[in-house]
């Protein structure tokens, strides 16, 4: 059995996006969250600026938060884009930052 190392994740170790809602309420904030396979979330909640809410599997409260200067719909499928476009995880960490991509992806 091969032992996996950060250096040797492949595009296998990424989950699949599995549902995106997009009708969703952050606190009283209108959202949308995009749900992986691994149970991770990726969340745009309609605030002033977007706030882009990374979970990990079984959390509720954010592991990371970014601020978007974009409409919470643009911003969310420009998300699911960008992952369906990335050939790897390499790729993935390298436009979306390796802490990012190790929530949704432990």
Do not use: K
């Not at 409409?71 to 993935?92: I, K, M, N």
Request: glycine content about 8%; proline content about 6%.
């Amino acid at each position: 059995m091969a032992v996996e190392t950060a250096g040797t994740r492949t595009a296998a170790a990424l989950p699949a996006i599995v549902g995106v809602r997009t009708q969703a309420t952050v606190a009283g904030h209108d959202a949308i969250v995009i749900r992986f396979e691994s149970g991770a979330r990726l969340r745009y909640v309609d605030d002033d600026p977007v706030r882009e809410e990374w979970l990990a599997p079984g959390d509720e409260t954010p592991t990371r938060t970014n601020r978007r200067e974009t409409p919470v719909q643009e911003a969310a499928l420009g998300a699911v884009g960008a992952y369906l476009s990335f050939d790897d995880r390499a790729h993935a960490s390298f436009v979306w930052g390796e802490e990012n991509v190790d929530v949704l992806a432990p």
